[in-house]
């Protein structure tokens, strides 16, 4: 149902309060940005059993306090098939620029996923992912 709300206050950032119609009060609480999210790619073809061979991004974490990072994940495979089942690498990395281990070489497939780890008042932003590859 749609009620009308007459009055807002907020003690801190995440809590506040909003009066209504017919005498109804509601707490109001989290707020800010999300502490974490995570984004997964879509499969990719190199084309051949290419050698992965580094892993860059551009991002922006600039108003984000200490607390904020960007990870990665990667997964590669020798089929689309073979890489839907296979399992996420422990966390990859945490700096863009980074040489891929060479045990991801010799597979035709590949696959990404991001946590994104906010401080909840901001949230890093990734802009751009980047794998060579010959």
Known sequence: PNINLFGLHCATTNDCFAAGASGNIFRLTGGGYETSG????????MSDPSPAQLIGWDESVSSCSPACAIKFNIKAAATAVEL??????LPFTLATGTIINPSY????YMQYQVQLNGDGASTPVLQEVRINYK
């Open 38 to 45: 995570l984004l997964i790619s879509s499969a990719f073809d």
């Open 84 to 89: 839907a089942g296979t399992p996420w690498s």
């Open 105 to 108: 070489n010799g597979n035709q």
